[in-house]
């Protein structure tokens, strides 16, 4: 019987208005695979966020080894042997895989015996070295910010092993992955662990916990309900467990009934910040009661493609065709006034004021209007009553209804916020940009339902994402953008998962 | 009603930090401390010369504040919209200087407004156009204004505008000036702060404007996250400009009111310290128009008051200085240190 190598007892955390962690008593053994499932907001980053020293527990205590820790810095983690992958990489883009990799612990050789300095050689070596042995291919020279995202993820990963850590946590680690990047990321924490590293991962996708844990623990708001064998457990049992009734995974719909074009696009072609040709020379067309996904490996130009289609970045060639109107680099209002709602990719910088309140962000898109604006004075009560109806209507929940800084709520409560804002607009173009990213299971299913219900109303709906599960759950129409080009459009019935994942690689083209 | 507690705390601290230098001098912070109280006209002095009362000493305290609301309302209105206004020294300077060659011609107090208030938008204007034209930081682009309108303006005044007695500008009119200097009355001689109801009013109207219209909306989602404004379909460089313009205008405001008012004459070589102590007093007050309004009131009474107690109590008036130093650095902390907690 393996040795318990990390204990929470009656761990207990609470954040204003909310009791993230609620008595959580759980143990760790040595050498697993240890996942920890949960929906958005079930304090699961809470608990492990404890674990590695970025909160301090209310109550209760942490054991590593056996021993009483109080876990009061990252820094302090790491001289446990506690390491941790988070969601978002923090890797210094312009310096080189090794030079991410040893900072702060670089090796020091002496010049002329006196001045210290960084042994780039030796660490170059020594990264080489660890590489091989853990069989993470990176190339020790490269510049961070010309790698892939899978390959930044085996830096961070190798971040840790150069700090020996032993206690491997991964927060979310497979949400920006392709299919294929996800089998083998699963393939190095198997590896991992027959190294003897134990490992702590954050997920809340189902299927990737039985692919590879041993065991799981089930959170539902801020309270462990279960830790499982996941060998034993079937998913629809911790699908239940974790959102607290049944869900099914497909979104039920009704067959599709299109009607008219509404969304016409021509030969688009739309330049990045950089200046270079971001989407080349696409063209195709959206019906009314139609939901047309875009896959595609993330930066192949679907930021682009959202934001031009929306009217928020300039269209260099081509045109946008609305209705029988054109709107070609029209304004980003008369895009709003002529009816196309936007879900954009980056809710906190873009969607959200965040530090508005809650009631203050939902008329963000229609402030203007007679409805909340009688001669430039703005109508409190309508400001009111127009937020208790869009929380009701979406099931938005927050510490203190409407009068809730939009930063403290949680990330899933925020997305519905603006996808209540959008939809109510009741627009012929929706277009959903990454909807349900970072989102937990519930949230997703929630989400979905609305895009199906906006199709059926006769909305035509532009649904960009990269994960091809949500594509393949709400698709009538696929198509698959590679290097800025769409290389292939097809009915949903008419391709099958392999292929769309080759027209997304680029070893397929149309 | 967090804000306020901070800004509370921040003045609690201060005063206690304050106490205990007097302290270390020797001398006695409670008696100071009133007589910092009696020097703003908010208590007895123990002796008055002549024509002067405890009411007198409150109206020229008013007519000390009134400049100084208008420039926290300058730098509060342009941190709503994301800037950074470190210029309001330089537009008070300008647009005391313009109402000043205003007065020359058309000596009326109403004209000295105006005046101020349109050479005050016109620099502030420059200064928002100059950032979302060419993206020029708007901080350095004031400083840089700063220094470039008090060279201008010393050079005239030295050369066309100087009083040769007291080294300082000629002084305005007094048709035109914001003050009522010596205004007898029951045997008293006052002086009455003409544009002070106007201050007051400013802070509650630019209060509704942020709170309550299309446009306020706009400026707040400007400042707070721009990239999230322009997906709302607002124009924010117009927003930025429209900023940066009203902001100047309080600016001039406080100009007029300081070089046309408290003050007859401007005095070359220098830029205002008031449009720097603006911005503390702007964060002790929460950026908020009516909290800039107890601020001002608050930041007054120290540096009007500091002349009677340092004469009182042989301290250096620099010490009344270093406590209100001392208020706004706890302003600034606590305000950051907010922003911190999620």
Known sequence: MAENIVEFRHITKRFPGIIANDDVSLSIKEGEIFAVLGENGAGKSTLVSMLFGMYEPDGGEIYVRGKLEHINSPRYAGSLGIGMVHQHFRLVSNYTVAENIVLGLEPVRKIFGVIPSVDMKKANHDIAELSERYGLKVNPTDVIENLNVATRQRVEILKMLYREAEILIFDEPTAVLTPQEIASFIDIVRGLREQGKTIILITHKLNEIKAVADRCAIMNRGKLIDVLDVKTASTDDMARMMVGHDISFTTERKPARFGGVILDVKNLTVKNAAGLDAVKNVSFQIHAGEVFAVAGVSGNGQNELADSIAGLVKISGGTVTLNGHDITNATVREHITKGVAYIPEDRHNVGLVLDFTLRDNFPLRQYYTPKFSRKGVLSESEFETYGEKLEEAYDIRSGQGGATITRAMSGGNQQKAIIARELDMKTPLIIFMQPTRGLDAGAVMNIHRHIVDERDRGAAVLLISLDLDEILDCADTIAVIYNGSINKISPASEISTDEIGLYMMGVKTA | MRKFTQSLIAIIISLIFGALILWLMGKDPVTAYTDLLRGSGLMEKVRYSGRQNMFTDFMSFIDAMTPMIFASLAVALALKGGFFNIGVSGQMLFAGFCAHMAAMILPSKIAVVIVGLIAGALIGALIGWLKYRFNVNEVVSSIMMNSILMYLITFYINTF?????????????????????????????????????????????????????????????????????????????????????????????????????????????????????????????????????????????????????????????????????????FAACSSLLGRRRK
């Not at chain 2, 706009?218 to 379909?233: F, H, M, V």
């Open chain 2, 161 to 329: 505008y100087i009083n040769p007695v007291s080294r300082q500008s000629k002084s305005i009119i007094s048709a035109a000036r914001l003050t009522l200097s010596g205004f007898r009355w029951e045997g008293l001689k006052i002086d009455i702060a003409l544009a002070f109801p106007l201050a007051v009013a400013t802070a509650l109207f630019l209060h509704w404007f942020i709170e309550r219209t299309t446009y306020g909306y706009e400026i707040k989602a400007s400042g707070l996250s721009p990239n999230a404004a322009y997906y709302a379909g607002m124009n924010v460089n117009r927003t930025a400009l429209m900023t940066m313009t009203l902001s100047g205008a309080l600016a001039g405001l406080a100009g007029v009111s300081y070089f046309c008012g408290y003050l007859a004459a401007i005095q070359p070589g220098v830029v205002p310290s008031m449009g720097f102590d603006a911005i503390a007093v702007s964060l002790l007050g929460g950026n908020n128009p009516v909290g800039c309004v107890l601020a001002s009131f608050l930041i007054t009474v120290i540096s009007k008051g500091s002349v009677y107690m340092s004469s009182r109590q042989n301290i250096d008036m620099e010490i009344a200085s270093l406590i209100a130093a001392f208020i706004l650095t």
